[in-house]
């Protein structure tokens, strides 16, 4: 995905909850860990020790940029990763050896249209002939721009589509007047939620759109299968946990992502009330192929994606637990 990051989390060695030994140094490849709100189950697993309790030792973490070509770079020797259903299937297409393994973001609740306080912007209508940012070409936040001007009954000319690099470039871009509307995601929604007004919200603007998921490499599923499902294990309790007790969970990330514990709070407070059509923000694991398609087909509109792609191709639950194994 455009304008995101993916991190990586170093694994000591140690025994896995099965009883597998695992090599020293491992990593996992954690899709937007300190920047969008997605990768925060990984921080509340980490630092509430979900990991450790499964029998992985983590001792780090580093970004790196995302998109096909890094997923497929990053995932070079590393045992599991989280990603976006496109920047996968385009590893796939040239010819990274990947599995999808589970679900973990479900729909595009994170993100929000921000205008200023005074902003004649009332409704989507209003969108109009106004300059609306998006972070990067052919990035998700500008495919999903042209799907709120398509629910407003408008075409993508209708209005001015404006790249400003990045997600923390928008706020200063729509303060100096260089966009009208700001697309950003959780935690800047939060961060910004008493100065600017939401227009819309990805919840109430658009269908659940599977935004990230679970992935192991071949050589991972042959040599570490129980280590995947160790991750996949911790990061389920994670989520858990995060619904049971936000403030704590938002008190374990803010430091991780450089914001307020009362930013991270909203966050996931707003985020785990969040339903799309009675469809979670943070799933569990468990496949929901509807959802990935769609996220295909938004990503097509902008061409980050051509050709057709069969997605339960892509797919393998082995490592999911029984009672999320059935692919919905």
């Known amino acids: 995905m455009g304008g995101r990051f993916l991190?990586?989390?170093?694994?000591?060695?140690g025994l896995l909850a099965a009883g597998c030994s695992v090599a020293s140094a491992q990593q996992l490849a954690i899709g937007n860990y300190g920047s969008s709100a997605n990768g925060m189950p990984f921080g509340v697993a980490l630092h509430k020790g979900l990991f450790k309790a499964e029998g992985i030792e983590v001792t780090g973490l580093i970004a790196s940029q995302g998109g096909g070509t890094s997923v497929r770079n990053a995932m070079s020797g590393?045992?599991?990763?989280e990603a976006n259903p496109g920047a996968v299937a385009v590893a796939i297409q040239q010819g990274a050896d990947l599995k999808i393994?589970?679900?973990?973001?479900?729909?595009?609740?994170?993100?929000?249209?921000?205008?200023?306080?005074d902003s004649p912007i009332k409704t989507l209508a209003n969108l109009k002939g106004k300059k609306i940012g998006y972070t990067n070409p052919r990035s998700t936040s500008q495919a999903l721009d042209i799907l709120l001007l398509q629910k407003a009954g408008l075409?993508?000319?209708?209005a001015e589509l404006v790249k400003v690099g990045g997600f923390g470039p928008m706020?200063?871009?729509?303060?100096?007047?260089?966009?009208?509307v700001a697309a950003v995601t959780e935690p800047l929604w939060s961060q910004n939620k008493d100065k600017y007004r939401v227009l819309i919200t990805g919840a109430e603007a658009l269908p659940p759109l599977d935004n990230v998921v679970g992935v192991a490499t071949g050589e991972s599923i042959k040599k570490h299968g129980n280590l995947i499902r160790a991750v996949i294990r911790a990061r389920r309790k994670a989520v858990e946990f995060m619904i049971d007790n936000p403030d704590e969970a938002g008190d374990l990330v803010a430091k991780d992502f450089n914001i307020t514990p009362e930013v991270a709070r909203s966050a996931i407070r707003n985020l785990t009330k969040s339903y799309t059509e009675g469809i979670p923000y943070w799933g569990t694991g468990q496949i929901h192929l509807e959802g990935m398609r769609q996220i295909i087909e938004v990503q097509?509109?902008?061409?980050?994606?051509?050709?057709?792609?069969?997605?339960?191709?892509?797919?393998?639950?082995?490592?999911?637990?029984?009672?999320?194994?059935?692919?919905?």
């Open 171 to 180: 706020i200063p871009a729509l303060e100096l007047g260089q966009i009208d």
């Open 7 to 13: 991190s990586r989390i170093t694994i000591s060695a």
């Open 78 to 81: 590393v045992p599991y990763g």
């Open 101 to 117: 393994v589970s679900d973990n973001v479900l729909t595009i609740a994170e993100f929000a249209w921000l205008v200023k306080k």
């Open 155 to 158: 075409k993508p000319e209708d």
């Open 300 to 328: 097509k509109s902008v061409g980050a994606l051509q050709g057709e792609f069969d997605l339960t191709k892509m797919i393998d639950t082995q490592f999911l637990p029984d009672d999320i194994k059935a692919i919905k």
